[in-house]
């Protein structure tokens, strides 16, 4: 068993549907992830949560909306997408981030493939 | 603010020869982490090695290691006796001073039997 787990694997959705994405981890990290990565591009960090308090927000439209009510769960919820928003969604998680010996290698999940019509 | 360079966007290697991939980056931080992790066609991200910029020694994960050279500022990972299986996207990445990692645009290594 993955120590990360994704859910869906693919997603196709409509810009006016809603839904979420899932992560799980199982690894007794209390620290979580969204990446998004787009094709030919840097993998961009979205959100980071440590203790299960967001920390981190780069600028990220509205339009994904985190949610991490413990720290073995993360969900990224989606409401009214653009077709540039398509791209594979990564979560991850690691230990609190803090210097030395690699406490900040992080775990991924298999991602979940979007695509917006 | 950090930034790291992979110039090789795709690179063909024979079966079980060795395959150097490039890594340089830039940082103002005195103390950094470099990471090198491994995506195969099924979209996870693995990790591969660590190298801490404080380290002795260069790090060494079974056939990977990685050739830290830091006053040249590169990070380079080596993969001995290839195998078809490590045919991926390999990405090099460095930690930044606000403790999240800053990725490189990634390198596509084929393996060919």
């Known amino acids: 068993e993955t120590g990360v787990t994704q859910t869906p694997r693919h997603l196709v959705m409509g810009m006016t549907n809603k839904k979420s994405l899932k992560c799980e981890q199982h690894?007794?990290?209390?620290?979580m992830y969204w990446y998004k990565q787009s094709a030919k591009k840097p993998l961009e960090l979205m959100f980071v949560?440590?203790?299960?308090?967001?920390?981190e927000n780069n600028s990220v439209p509205s339009r994904f909306s985190p949610e991490c009510p413990n720290s073995s769960h993360l969900f990224l919820h989606l409401h009214t997408l653009q077709p540039e928003d398509s791209a594979l969604y990564l979560c991850?998680?690691?230990?609190?981030?803090?210097?030395?010996?690699?406490?900040?290698?992080?775990?991924f999940g298999s991602g979940t493939q979007l695509s917006v019509l | 603010a950090q930034k790291i360079t992979q110039t090789q966007p795709g690179m063909f290697v024979q079966e079980k020869e060795a395959v150097t991939l490039d890594c340089t980056y830039d940082?103002?931080?005195?103390?950094?982490?470099l990471f090198w992790y491994k995506q195969p066609s099924s979209g996870e991200m693995i990790f591969l090695i660590y190298?801490?910029?404080?380290d002795q020694q260069n790090a060494t994960e079974g056939r990977y290691s990685l050739n830290f050279q830091k006053a040249r500022k590169s990070a380079n990972l080596v993969i001995s006796a290839s195998q078809l299986g490590d045919s991926a996207m390999y990405f090099c990445a460095i930690l930044d001073s606000n403790y999240q990692l800053i990725w490189g645009a990634g390198t596509k290594l084929i393996i060919k039997p």
């Open positions: 690894l007794g990290h209390n620290a």
């Open positions: 940082t103002s931080d005195p103390s950094y982490g």
């Open positions: 949560y440590s203790l299960e308090e967001r920390v």
């Open positions: 991850a998680s690691s230990f609190t981030p803090g210097r030395g010996a690699g406490r900040e290698k992080l775990f």
């Open positions: 190298q801490g910029s404080y």
